[in-house]
């Protein structure tokens, strides 16, 4: 080779170098960055809107964690009850698919107020379907259709679950953490689950016991 082609390619070489360096020390910024935002994240995540309402920030970090409990609940619920409004089958099929449109829309408004209730209390509201799985207590429902009787009663008995969860919760919201305010709150969430408990069971009767 040449010795000016030589050089020609040493020079490409260095260019090279320096511009794969360059990308290398780019990539470490980026990564410094996410660390600190993840870091940043978590801070802020465990350190609240620090609230000055008269209730500890350990208080109201137990009272949220509780509250995105119920919120995974009630996400696997209303996915279930919106699959169930989907592909439920029988002989009473039209006005069970209608009935089921008004119980998922129903729940729709229970998510969006106990997401909006752990940001009153300071915290972040859990927002991504693992996170939801990781967490809920109830099961999803996955697989072949199943008939109409057996998903209502599935879907009152999870209500039930709700209920009886979010009754231990009114004493431990307002007794063991002072807030008063969330055991109203649960209080109202827990009512609304008896309510939609029952026009499930009445919906099929001879089914459940009855
Ligand atoms: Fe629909």
């Known amino acids: 080779m040449a010795s000016k082609q030589m050089a020609n390619?040493?020079?490409?070489?260095?260019?090279n170098q320096k511009v794969i360096s360059k990308r290398k020390d780019s990539a470490r910024s980026v990564n410094t960055k996410n660390q600190e935002t993840e870091n940043?994240?978590?801070s802020v995540d465990t350190n609240s809107d620090n609230l000055n309402t008269g209730i500890s920030e350990?208080?109201?970090?137990?009272?949220a964690d509780a509250l995105n409990q119920v919120l995974a609940d009630e996400f696997v619920l209303y996915t279930k009850t919106l699959n169930f409004h989907w592909n439920i089958e029988g002989r009473d099929f039209h006005a069970l698919h209608l009935f089921l449109d008004d119980q998922y829309n129903q729940l729709q408004l229970i998510i969006d107020s106990v997401a909006e209730r752990v940001r009153k209390v300071g915290h972040f509201a859990t927002g991504s379907m693992k996170e939801f799985l990781d967490s809920a207590s109830l099961d999803e429902h996955s697989g072949a259709a199943s008939v109409s009787e057996n998903m209502i009663a599935e879907l009152a008995s999870d209500h039930d679950a709700l209920i009886r969860k979010t009754r231990t919760l009114i004493d431990d919201f307002d007794e063991k953490y002072d807030d008063a305010g969330s055991a109203d709150f649960i209080t109202g969430i827990m009512k609304e689950h008896e309510k939609m408990a029952w026009m499930l069971r009445a919906s099929v009767p001879q089914q459940m016991g009855k």
């Open 58 to 63: 350990e208080n109201s970090k137990k009272v």
């Open 9 to 15: 390619v040493k020079g490409a070489q260095k260019i």
């Open 40 to 42: 940043s994240d978590e």
